[in-house]
């Protein structure tokens, strides 16, 4: 059996700076859930949380038992928006959009995940498995950098990287992506870190 870190594996995707930099993140394969609604209220949000830890644990074990190869399960990640930026309202989230994901290995393949994500859904009554895909996904060319603390004080971060996105002469280029390297069903808000990046384009 082999042991496989995917933190050092996909470096540059989990590790940030204090302060903003760019990036290129390929494309990789992720559970996805999607859904909408308030994350603090909206009972879909807490379902996906509740549905892709455990089928990403099934996915662990079921390449374990495929390949020989263990790793550790990745962090939550989160893609977020609105379809008007223009009702953007940060006191408002009822009309926020996103997609929760985990990042997966490359020996979890399409076939392998679906088959896991019907056993486990099935077997422990997931409540969004019906939900839950395959899919690979990768920023491209973003901009980043690290926030400690709670995530309702991303405020003054967030800004900053936009702030460094205008001048280094880029746009916007898809969704806000959150990368939770701190667990977020245990940490203290005070101690968690999370990744904040920006797909840009020129």
């Known amino acids: 059996m082999s042991s496989v870190d995917l933190k050092k ?12 930099v760019l990036v290129e993140i390929a494309a990789r394969p992720f559970l996805m ?26 996915v662990r074990k079921a390449v374990k038992d495929a390949t020989g190869i263990a790793y550790t399960v990745m962090p939550l990640e989160g893609l977020w928006w609105v379809d008007d930026w223009a009702e953007f309202d940060i006191a408002d989230k009822s009309n926020w959009k996103w997609t929760m994901l985990i990042s997966l ?8 995940d679906a088959a896991v994500i019907a056993d486990v859904t099935a077997k422990k009554d997931l409540p969004s498995g019906d939900l839950a895909r395959y899919q690979h996904f ?4 973003a901009a980043q950098i690290l926030h400690r603390g709670p995530y309702a004080a991303e405020g003054p971060t967030i800004a900053r990287l936009h ?28 101690n968690n870190r999370t990744i904040i990046r920006q797909p840009v384009t020129r």
């Open 138 to 141: 990768g920023d491209g060319p």
């Open 9 to 20: 594996t996909y470096r540059d995707h989990y590790t940030a700076r204090d302060e903003p």
């Open 105 to 112: 290995p490359d020996e979890a393949t399409p076939d392998l």
């Open 163 to 190: 702030g460094f996105i205008t001048d280094e002469g880029y746009r916007f280029g898809g969704e806000h992506h959150e990368i939770y390297l701190t667990d977020v069903r245990r940490s203290a808000p005070e």
């Open 33 to 58: 859930i999607d859904g909408e609604g308030d994350p603090n209220t909206a009972q879909a949000y807490q379902d996906a949380l509740a549905t892709l830890y455990p089928l990403a644990y099934g």
